[in-house]
């Protein structure tokens, strides 16, 4: 019960567990190695998750991110547009701040706060903030159930309302004709 969305792609050999969700116009290639994605992760739109990247449990990778065959640990968040190079390593509940690159094999230890090209420590997660990580990721899931009901429709359901909006665009042109 994953939800992708229609415009996402989804290449080779790719796991994902429960309630993973892979956003609009996200590519996730397991076409050179295997690509696994644990359980409520969130792929976000138009982020690239390439061969060899394995993301654990909880995860959140926001919008446009790229993660290049490593590893991001569970209750983790790689931020908009952050790199993650290869054999690199975020460990569990860490977050690499939005537009940060992560250096080949570097590693963010669990609890920890990155951020800049090349990334460095900037600081240490509270427990708080570590509980908002995993909530951040509970919210993709239930967002993801709302995309899985509207894309739910049969081939004839979304074309009879596709003719209905043409059949209506048509009258609509007709009104403002007279």
Sequence with gaps: NCFIAPNA???GDVFAGRKVSVGYGAVVRGDLAPVKIGE?????????ILPGTKIGKWCVVDPMAVIDGAQVCSCSMVGSAAIVMKDAKIESNALL????V???GAVIPSGEVWSGNPAE???TLTDE??????KAAKHEVVMAVGHGDSWAQTWEEQENYRLG?????????GQQEM
């Design 9 to 11: 792609l989804v290449l």
């Design 40 to 48: 409520s992760s969130h792929i976000g739109d138009k982020a690239v």
């Design 97 to 100: 701040c939005a537009a940060s």
């Design 102 to 104: 992560l250096q080949r």
């Design 121 to 123: 420590k900037i600081g």
């Design 129 to 134: 903030e570590k509980e908002q990580l995993i």
């Design 165 to 173: 909006r043409e059949y209506w665009s048509r009258w609509a042109e």
